[in-house]
């Protein structure tokens, strides 16, 4: 498999793609593989890109050689009454993050994230949060790019990264 890729800002045109990545986050852990449908009509799931592109949304696609979209990072804002899994509050954007099985471990997300940070942090957010399910590997990743554990739930972490 080669090991370069591309990155490119999302656009409206990715939301579908978008829905993927939530899918692959969502199935993170071995034998775990809930159907696309399944994942994206559950309301905790489906907010992370229902009316993407909306004011405020931010994100990042990797593509291969080929042109084909393998991972996506971005961020969304949610509001107090209504809060994403991430959440800790009034304008810290929440981010996302899914790279396609085959092509982690390659840079792909370490380069999304990284984007995405840099972008955040033009947009003059102070922080950038996520959450983490415990045992997902992810999280020793999220680790080493600067983020921290400011908050732990039933079985994941509320993770924040501060941009300045």
């Known amino acids: 498999m080669p090991a370069s890729f591309s990155i490119r800002p999302a656009t409206a045109a990715d939301g579908a793609f978008l829905g993927d990545m939530v899918v ?23 907010r992370y890109v229902s ?28 509001p107090r009454s209504d809060p994403g899994f991430g959440y800790v509050g009034t304008g810290v954007p929440e981010l996302i993050i899914g790279v396609r099985p085959i092509w982690r471990a390659h840079g792909v997300g370490r380069a999304l994230l990284r984007s995405l940070s840099d972008k955040a942090r033009a947009e003059g957010f102070a922080r950038l949060s996520l959450s ?33």
């Not at 009316?51 to 405020?56: A, V």
């Not at 590997?137 to 908050?151: L, N, P």
């Open 132 to 164: 983490v399910e415990r045992g997902n590997f992810a999280a020793v990743f999220y680790r080493t790019e600067g983020f921290a554990v400011v908050q732990s739930g039933f079985g994941r972490d509320t993770m924040v990264k501060r941009l300045r």
């Open 24 to 46: 692959e986050a969502a199935n993170w852990s071995p034998g775990r593989s809930r159907p696309r449908y399944e994942v994206l009509t559950a309301p905790e799931h489906g």
């Open 51 to 78: 009316g993407w592109m909306r004011p405020g949304d931010a994100g990042f696609v990797a593509s291969d050689p080929q042109g084909e979209p393998i991972g996506a990072a971005w961020h969304r804002m949610f």
